[in-house]
């Protein structure tokens, strides 16, 4: 029901949308719930648009402006700022400088993907204190947890027992905060992002800004206190002389290594949980484009869409899932890699 | 393309929050878990080991009454084995004791009839002796012609008594 919940309410937003505009315009209709925006769109009703204006705080040639995102709304300027529609910024704050031209004033708007983003934190927050709360009223004596305690409890153990004891090494307990926080912070984020509606619905880990940070925290763990072995395999890797000493061919693979690691973490986090959203809507989409077909193919077409909507959100809190797994399980690995004791140890 | 790059505002507000939500759970909420869990693993742990201890505690129990009652059970049969001894030595020892005391008894008084009987002798012959020379002064009165034949009748007379009297 949940489901079927999910794949109808962006439907029931999109139908009223349809109403004005025969021609939809897919593209736009994915990236702009794809992307960040100055406002949280939650429904177009005929002519009024149904949303939640968001602070915006900028810093321009002029200084600090802060106001509701409603003055920006419909393309109006506001105190020299106003919302740049195409060219290279596209949808974000902009001013006109002296020339004429779009410059992008300094911008820490609570947008969309923040609100999204505090929110979720917040979640994460009240879940993980509320647990550490049970544990200090229930003395180990008494009870082990069950319920949402106990569901946590697994959870926390099944990363703590199985990804970060194996793949750490040694000194696991050291990063287990990290990566379990790592771990739960994109499992949320992930989740609410499925949720159509207000409170989900922002699409924070399919966000590049979002996983960088993810990925470049791993990046500094791994790097600041990788072991003399580690970078001893980096610049004098055990391989034969001629492909290190006079061309370091392979010291330089493995220094690209050190980057293209968080890379890959930073690009698949995001190009998963993007890419699932752009499939639900993608799906949802095909609604409205054959309405134009008549009413039998329009029909049969939107059976079809939401029951693959339903699908791809099944999956999608599938992938919800792997993804924030293989975030931790690859975070682990490589700070386990980087804390490596020597081969002549084992 | 605006997607691939990341916006600074959201970059730092994540930096922000990351590092908001890090510190919290790290110090508050993932270690009290854990925490709990391991107490949690080692009180199973010591109540096993202790549940184990005790069952041994109980063998050990058991096997200890078994062995105490088996010694108790020895020493039983020891005693009485030894209290059967010990009355059949008094039993014997008195009856040796009554044996002896009985030989004595008897040993005396064989002795006392000896002496007895041979100062009854005595006594005999001092009375014969009396007798005799009673005897003998009677017949003297009466007869004091043969003096000489009467003493050697007399003499053989008392020899043929001290004969007779002493087989």
Redesign the interface.
């Known amino acids: 029901m949940l489901l079927l919940l999910l794949a109808i309410v962006p439907a029931e937003t999109l139908k009223a949308q349809n109403d004005e505009a025969a021609d939809v315009d897919v593209n736009e209709l994915v990236?702009g719930h794809?992307?960040?925006a100055y406002e949280w769109h939650i429904a177009t009703f005929g002519n009024t648009s149904l949303s939640i204006p968001l602070p915006v705080?900028v810093k321009s040639s002029t200084g600090w402006h802060v106001f509701s995102s409603s003055k920006l709304e419909g393309g109006e300027e506001y105190e020299g700022l106003y919302i740049a529609e195409g060219g290279a910024y596209?949808?974000?704050i902009v001013e006109r400088d002296a020339a004429g031209a779009e410059i992008r004033p300094?911008?820490?708007?609570?947008?969309k993907?923040?609100l999204g983003?505090?929110i979720n934190?917040a979640i994460?927050?009240v879940i993980?204190?509320a647990?550490?709360r049970w544990?200090?009223k229930h003395p180990?004596?008494q009870s082990?947890p069950r319920g949402g305690v106990g569901m946590?409890?697994a959870l926390?153990?099944m990363i703590?027992d199985d990804v970060i004891k194996g793949c750490v090494g040694e000194d696991y307990k050291r990063y287990?905060?990290?990566l379990?926080?790592a771990f739960?912070?994109v499992l949320v984020n992930n989740l609410m992002g499925l949720i159509p509606i207000f409170p989900g619905g922002a699409n924070v880990t399919g966000?590049?800004?979002?996983t960088?940070?993810?990925a470049l925290?791993t990046f500094l763990l791994t790097n600041i206190f990788g072991t003399k072995e580690y970078w001893k395999e980096i610049f004098w890797p055990d391989v034969p002389t001629w492909l290190k000493a006079p061309v370091p061919m392979m010291p330089l693979i493995e220094f690209f290594g050190i980057f293209t690691k968080p890379f890959a973490l930073m690009i698949r986090l995001f190009a998963n949980i993007?890419a699932g959203h752009a499939a639900v809507l993608s799906l949802i989409a095909i609604i409205f484009i054959t309405v134009k077909a008549g009413p039998i193919i329009n029909g049969s077409m939107t059976f079809v869409a939401v029951v693959f909507g339903i699908f791809m959100n099944a999956l999608e809190i599938l992938v919800a899932f792997i993804q924030a797994y293989v975030f931790t399980m690859l975070s682990a690995v490589f700070i386990g890699l980087s804390r490596v004791k020597g081969h002549g140890a084992k | 393309m605006?997607?691939?790059?990341?916006?600074?505002?959201?970059?730092?507000?994540?930096?922000i929050?990351?590092g908001?939500?890090?510190f919290?759970?790290?110090k508050?909420?993932?270690?009290?878990?854990?925490k709990?869990?391991d107490?949690?693993k080692a009180?199973i742990d010591n109540s096993l080991k202790a549940a184990r201890e005790a069952n041994e505690q109980l063998a050990n129990v058991k096997q200890e009454s078994e062995k105490v009652l088996a010694q108790a059970r020895e020493e039983q049969g020891r005693i009485l084995s030894e209290a059967a001894a010990t009355r059949d030595r008094i039993i014997k020892d008195a009856q040796e004791r009554a044996q002896r005391e009985g030989q004595r008894l008897m040993d005396e008084v064989k002795k006392q009839i000896e002496t007895e009987k041979e100062s009854a002798i005595r006594d005999i012959r001092r009375q014969v002796a009396v007798l005799s020379v009673g005897i003998a002064e009677k017949i003297m009165r009466n007869k004091l012609a043969d003096e000489k034949e009467q003493t050697e009748l007399i003499d053989r007379m008392l020899d043929e008594m001290i004969e007779s009297s002493k087989k």
């Open positions: 990236f794809i992307g960040d705080i596209d949808g974000k300094f911008d820490i708007s609570i947008t993907d923040v983003l505090f934190s994460l927050v993980m204190i647990c550490a544990y200090k180990v004596e082990a946590m409890e926390i153990l703590y287990a905060p990290y379990l926080t739960f912070f966000n590049i800004a979002i960088l940070v993810l925290c993007m | 605006g997607l691939l790059t990341p916006d600074p505002g959201l970059l730092i507000w994540m930096l929050t990351f908001v939500v890090f919290i759970l790290a508050y909420g993932f270690p009290v878990v854990i709990m869990v107490e949690r009180y």
